[in-house]
């Protein structure tokens, strides 16, 4: 069973509409959380490329860097089609990019929220998705309660 429809949320995947990268984002997050995320992309054997080499890195060991460092990125495709980017810049919100050109239609529409959902329940939080240049204004993520993603705004 689909945790949204795509008839009911097209509107906030038309890259014309909404910019094509949203921000999606655990906020509240920690150094452990986001290793959790890091630890997760391994187990579930999901493709990865990291900015800086071919493993996953630690998180504390990135986070710590100098703010003046380059922020690193670690790229993970859940399936061959999907990409997400994950901008590992701050330790207190796990934030990454989708192209909203990748998640057209129900099927890819089901594999990012899987995705969301995948995140949520390993951090026990919510992961929020904003329109690009929109922060602070989620439209849809993966409530905790519910235990799938929901609408967060009328489309």
């Known amino acids: ?16 509409l909404m910019g094509s990268l949203p921000d999606v984002r655990v906020p509240d997050a920690s150094v452990e959380d986001w290793q959790a995320v890091l630890d997760l992309v391994v187990e579930r054997g999901w493709k990865f490329q990291y ?26 495709w859940p399936t061959a089609d999907v990409l997400a980017i994950f901008r590992l810049h701050a330790a207190d919100e ?48 993966f409530d905790v309660e519910a235990d799938r993603v929901v609408l967060l705004a009328d489309p």
Do not use: N
Not at 1 to 16: E, I, K, R
């Open 1 to 16: 069973m689909a945790d949204v429809l795509w008839g009911d949320v097209s509107a906030f995947f038309d890259p014309d």
């Open 51 to 76: 900015s800086e080499g071919e493993t996953v890195p630690r998180a504390e060991a990135v986070l710590s860097r100098p703010a003046d460092t380059e922020c690193p990125d670690l790229r993970v």
């Open 94 to 141: 796990v934030d990454f990019d989708v192209d909203l050109r990748e998640l057209q239609g129900q099927d890819r529409l089901d594999v990012f929220c899987g995705f969301l959902r995948e995140i949520g329940r390993r951090l026990g939080k919510p992961v929020l998705m904003d329109p690009e240049g929109d922060y602070g204004h989620p439209v849809l993520g």
